[in-house]
């Protein structure tokens, strides 16, 4: 669900930029007066963890789309809602500057898009209402498969009111409304799936993080989290490194939503203005875009004579590697500023 600058007027996009500003404002000053620097390393951790999750694509049966893990409801769940806003706000930000996915115009959008409504909504209203410290795995199934609906629901809903704003009347807004919500239904059932087992893996290992993020009460200085922090650390690895082999080349929800009223993938581009602007600074800063290795006219013809699958592709290993290790260093230096300026208040 990662918008292109194409879909947004400049307007709409600084509108949701500044939503998205201020909204990270308001997360760093409740993170300096609450924040459990215990924590900061499964902050970094998890960030990385989501970076290298979002780059596998899974098939949606009988569509021809796919998806892919949002990540929001599972940061929120383990470390409170401002921690995983930062969090989200990390991961977009290095996915669009370092490897073009999503535009730099519409990057407040997505931020706003995949981040406010599992982080603000969907976990306090709907997961908080249903799961309590020593809840059983399976309500917890329940109530991720629930907020991960709710969340992805809001989100495309979200999306299609943004491109409608921005006037893009090649997409009229009730075709659009009406293939978007059905196809991130299915998205948001394996959504919740996902972070139902993600939050059973921390909830069998150390409970404690869990109930820490529920009372926003700081950890306890006796529990460890070394092998918590140790396990998504391997499982970012494998997951980026490895698994992203195997994403489903299908567009996903978002692309194939514009396929079916389109024809095509992608918008006209604006050719004067903030949005080719922002598109030149992009080009430059995506070392790695589209998670792969820059690509030649030749390279890109050789891939179509030889796409296979799995599709194993150093690029793709290395994006989701340095990738994950850029999420990890920006959010431990949010943290350290966050650190640094609480320190200096007190």
Known sequence: MHMADALLSPAVGATFWAGTL???????KKLKSNLDEKLMPLMGVLGAFIFAAQMINFTIPATGSSGHLGGGLILAIVLGPYAAFLVMASVLTVQALFFADGGLLALGCNIWNLGIYPCFMAYPLIYKSL???GTSSGRIMMASILCGVVGLQLGAFSVVMQTSL?????????????????????IGIVEGFVTAGVINFIKAARPEILESAFSAQPLSTEISIKKVVAGLLIATLLTGGVLSWFASSN???????IVKVLGKSRLSEADHGIAP??????????????YGFPKTAEGEKRKDETSSWPAID???SGSGIVG???VLAAV???GGIIRVLRRKSA
């Open 22 to 28: 201020g909204t990270i404002t308001y997360c760093s």
């Open 131 to 133: 799961v309590k410290p």
């Open 166 to 186: 921005s006037g893009r009347s090649e997409l009229p807004f009730s075709t659009f409304l009406l293939l978007m919500q059905p196809v991130h239904l299915a």
């Open 251 to 257: 567009p996903d929800g978002l692309e194939w939503s």
């Open 277 to 290: 602007a922002l598109k030149s600074l992009q080009e430059k800063t995506a070392f790695f875009p589209e």
């Open 314 to 316: 150093p690029g793709r």
């Open 324 to 326: 994950a290790a850029l």
């Open 332 to 334: 431990l230096l949010i």
